[in-house]
């Protein structure tokens, strides 16, 4: 194999549109004999130019790495972003970092993908310049969700109004996040619904306040995701009880993924009054999860 087909992005999510790229890369790739390989950058460049200081992102690096690679791609490349890449000329991208270094022979890149300085490389340069630097391009329209265009933006949206249901029809797949267990105030223990309490990275999307039912590592589990107003507490944390389930986790890692939101965040007139909804949220759990 000489060349490789090179698909461009950020590829937060891994979403369908991102998907669609990646197996129209693979399959050019195999008809073409040649590598695959999917250049992405991190950190995302809304952050390294100030448009999003408080950017957070749909999973962590190694997360977007093994979601490219489960679809067939033979090769990820992470670019470093810097303020030095954002000003290379598209051009000088094209030559030095796609044709010389990456060994490009068939670009495939998103309907709006655009790269080097002033954002000025997109499909029409690259179009312009294949026959003289002898490669093939090809764009990939958008994949839409009903009425709307499918984007990690998008995406970050549903989460935050606790959407999930439009979040899994856009990335294909039910949403998740994993944390480490830290110490809690153990108030969950003692209404009988022992909650691991989940650190996560500060740059990782989260669901919108709310309780959910979720697989904790696989199994079922019901996951408060806000604030402990019943107990005075304002506090953002997420919670997770997994039912049936009675092991110490402290220091351990958990895959949190989100299937369906149960109810609002509520405070309560009293704690027998939580304890009776928490009855009703584990049988609502069990039959979200079990259907």
Known sequence: MTGRAITLGNFDGVHLGHIALLQKTQAIAQSESL???ALSYHPNPAIVLGKK????????????????????????????FTTELSEME???????????????????IGYNHCFGKNRRGNFELLQSLSKEYDYQVSQVE??????WKISSS?????LKNGDLA????????NYKIEGKVVE???????????????????DIVIPGIAVYACLANGRPSMTNVGTKPTFGDN???????????????????????????????????????LMEQLKKDELITRKILTS
């Open 35 to 37: 590598s695959s390989l």
């Open 53 to 80: 200081s408080d950017f957070t992102y749909l999973q962590t690096l190694e997360s977007r790495i093994q979601n490219i690679l489960s679809y067939g791609i033979q090769e990820v490349e992470i670019l470093p």
């Open 90 to 108: 598209a051009e000088d991208f094209l030559k030095e970092i796609l044709l010389q270094k990456f060994q490009a022979k068939h670009l495939i």
């Open 142 to 147: 958008p994949v839409f969700a009903g009425e």
């Open 154 to 158: 998008l995406i970050r949206d549903f």
């Open 166 to 173: 439009n979040t899994k029809v856009c990335l294909g797949r």
């Open 184 to 202: 809690g105030r153990k108030e969950g223990r003692k209404l009988g619904y022992p909650t691991a309490n989940l650190k996560i990275p500060q």
């Open 235 to 273: 506090t953002i944390t997420i919670e997770t009880h997994i039912l049936d389930f009675d092991e110490n986790l402290y220091g351990r890692t958990i895959q949190l993924e989100f299937v369906e939101k149960i109810r609002e965040v509520t405070k309560f007139p009293s704690l027998d009054a």
